[in-house]
């Protein structure tokens, strides 16, 4: 059969013969022949329970024959305003909850509050964005601005906006000449000169608690929260984007309470339904939020906003979501969970052209590499995601690379055994497809 669907991120022209998913249930991903493929990447990173959870299914239903849709624009809705409320009980300094479908709209967000935020101030020159290297924050113009990821964006260049970019430190690729250490000081040396020596910053962005797109690079410890702090020193907005963070990924509800750091701006959504439907949302301090308000012919007020911009069936399953993290007490099993992965590291670590291991929480990123002690990356050609992707497929795992970065990225929820089945599955894709590379 032709299918017409155009895939992301994909070469269709070496891509076919999808597997075509028809069900999910708990963990797994079932095709039209009845073969089951346990939910590795947890569907791009967003399932929590795993797929058909009663719970949020019967909510869904039942949200659908009451209000399936109805506008923000000069009307609320229960489900808007209930979620918006435990937000911001939920994230320290937070204040008011601007609705979106999907990370990269809630990242276009903070990045036009951040900039009106400052024009409605009369500080119309502050207009410039700070950001980390090997930043994501979505694929939009001005995300991909934001986040320049050159594998991915370079075609695009043209017409980004410019963005000034601090390096990120990644422990496993230090530059020669720096210790670990020196290096990170050298990232917050440089971010201190930017802001005194340029009076037109609007922002800082960055990812909160880890970098994952741009190669699954965790912070040192107190990163964050100095960058915060000179944010703070220097009056520049800091906003953090937890959209693959948040929620649980990193072994904690909040991942910017955990670094104690404090932003002004902050976005949540992958996981913000558990996986069920698009929702995104950007919280925005009280600071923040009260440079929108003055009359209406001052024209302060935020211009912007969607079609299905607190989306009642949407808002609804994020409300069942918040509530089942505390019935199931689900923070405290990543722990457990966490902890299983953090066991298995050496194990994998000693896997030829395995060259590194980057883990916290749920998530785990592997690195390959064509030589361990130069640590030279994989090239394209040897078509590392392919290889793998089908590999995991005859061992019924759904996996995927990013680059030459094998992702362990399961639902929150998922079981002690089917996470042994993911580990040892993984290993032995790893092992079988490394040894066809040499
Ligand atoms: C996935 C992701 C986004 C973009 O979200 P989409 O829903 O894919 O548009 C933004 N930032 C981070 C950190 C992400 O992981």
């Known amino acids: 059969m032709q299918s017409h669907v155009w895939h992301p991120y994909t070469q269709m022209k070496e891509w076919r013969d999808f597997e075509v998913i028809i069900k999910g249930k708990g963990m797994w991903l079932y095709n039209s022949k009845g073969d089951r493929f346990l939910d590795g990447v947890a569907s791009m990173w967003c399932n929590v329970w795993g797929h058909s959870k009663n719970e949020i299914v019967r909510t869904m239903t039942m949200q659908a024959k009451k209000l399936q849709h109805s506008s923000l624009f000069n009307l609320t809705n229960d489900r808007a305003e209930e979620l918006a409320s435990s937000l911001v009980k939920l994230a320290p300094n937070m204040h008011k909850v601007f609705y979106s479908d999907d990370g990269s709209t809630a990242m276009e967000v903070s990045a036009k509050m951040a900039l009106q935020y400052w024009y409605n101030k009369g500080e119309k020159k502050k207009t410039k964005f700070v950001t980390l290297e090997n930043g994501y924050h979505g694929d939009t113009i001005g995300t ?201 590291i050496d194990e994998i670590l000693e896997l030829d052209l395995v060259g590194d291991v980057r883990h916290k929480g749920m998530l785990m990123g592997i690195e390959i590499v064509s030589d361990k002690d130069k640590k030279s990356p994989i090239t394209p050609e040897k078509r590392m995601q392919q290889r793998i992707f089908n590999e995991a497929k005859k061992h019924k795992i759904y996996l995927r690379t990013l680059g030459n970065i094998v992702m362990l990225v399961p639902p929150l929820a998922i079981s002690q055994k089917e996470l042994e089945f993911l580990t040892d599955g993984t290993i032995d894709i790893i092992k079988k497809v490394t040894k066809k590379l040499k």
Do not use: W
């Open 144 to 344: 991909m601005s934001l986040g320049y990821v050159p594998a991915f964006f370079s075609r695009y260049k043209p017409v980004l906006f410019s963005v000034t970019r601090i390096p990120s430190p990644n422990k496993y690729r230090v530059p020669i000449g720096f210790t670990f250490d020196e290096f990170q000081q050298h990232c917050l040396d440089k971010i201190e000169k930017v802001f005194s020596q340029n009076d037109n910053v609007a922002a800082f962005v960055m990812e909160s608690g880890a970098q994952i797109a741009g190669g699954v690079t965790i912070y040192p410890d107190g990163f964050q929260r100095k960058i915060s702090k000179i944010c703070k020193r220097h009056g520049v907005l800091f906003i953090l984007d937890e959209i693959a963070t948040g929620f649980g990924r990193l072994g904690s509800m909040i991942e910017y309470q955990n670094q104690k750091s404090i932003p002004d701006i902050v976005s949540f959504g992958k996981m913000l339904t558990a996986g069920y439907l698009p929702l995104a949302a950007t919280l925005a301090s009280k600071k923040v939020y009260d440079a929108f308000l003055g009359q209406n012919q001052e024209m302060k007020h935020f211009f912007h906003g969607h079609t299905f911009t607190g989306n009642p069936m949407a808002c609804a399953t994020a409300i069942t979501n918040l509530s089942l993290y505390k019935k199931y007490n689900i923070i405290s099993k990543i722990k457990k969970s966490a902890a299983y992965l953090q066991r298995r």
